[in-house]
């Protein structure tokens, strides 16, 4: 079992839509969540991160973290084509190690 | 500010020839990583360095791989011999610190033919 756990996609949501992508963890050590975005061919770029239980919002981007269901989520309001892109979810385990999950690749159809 | 700065950006070799990669972290940045990312596969970290001392390498295949970070600054990845399976994206990233907040670099595009 991997310790960061995303469905591969691909998510399709029209434009205008809210996206919601998820992310599982196993490790209960993990400390602090990242969401990164990468287009196809380009390196990872971070969005935001999170680390307290609850919700964490950047302008369309929100944030939510459920510790107890070990569970991170980010939600994207009024999709855009250029939102088109993979999505890695990573924790940081134990200030011992960040692990990213396979990402989960995002369609916004126009 | 620059940001991190890898070269080459693409390599095709033939298996069993050798091949390095470059990375020059963002100014200041103490940690930098060295990750492979496999198609449609998240980063996989190969190793980590703190200054010049690398604290974390469980992942690094240590019988074709090598890494050295000179001065704290530079670091070099090598891969001798390179084999079919080592064809993938090489990125590296830099932090300060170990946090999930990385900075990284463009890649290197290796094909082992």
């Known amino acids: 079992q991997k310790e960061v756990e995303q469905n591969s996609g691909p998510l399709s949501v029209p434009e205008g839509a809210i996206a919601s992508l998820n992310c599982t963890y196993s490790d209960r050590g993990s400390q602090s969540f990242f969401w990164y975005r990468q287009y196809s061919g380009k390196s990872p770029e971070l969005i935001m991160f999170?680390?307290?239980?609850g919700d964490k919002e950047d302008g369309r981007f929100t944030a939510q973290l459920n510790k107890a269901s070990q569970y991170v989520s980010l939600l994207i309001r009024d999709s855009q084509p250029s939102d088109s892109a993979t999505y890695l979810c990573a924790s940081l385990e134990g200030y011992q190690k960040v692990t990213f999950g396979i990402g989960t690749k995002l369609q916004v159809i126009p | 500010e620059a940001g991190v700065v890898q070269s080459p950006r693409y390599k095709i070799i033939e298996k069993k020839q050798p091949v390095a990669f470059w990375c020059n972290p963002i100014?200041?940045?103490?940690?930098l990583y060295w990750y492979l990312q496999n198609l449609g596969q998240g980063p996989e970290l190969l190793i980590r360095?703190?200054?010049?001392?690398?604290?974390?390498d469980s992942q690094l295949p240590k019988d074709r791989f090598s890494a050295e970070r000179l001065k704290g600054v530079d670091s070099t990845l090598k891969i001798q011999p390179a084999e079919l399976g080592d064809s993938a994206v090489y990125l590296c990233a830099s932090s300060l610190g170990l946090t999930g907040t990385q900075y990284f670099g463009p890649g290197t595009r290796l094909l082992v033919l």
């Open positions: 360095y703190e200054n010049e001392e690398a604290v974390d």
């Open positions: 100014s200041g940045h103490n940690t």
């Open positions: 999170i680390y307290s239980n």
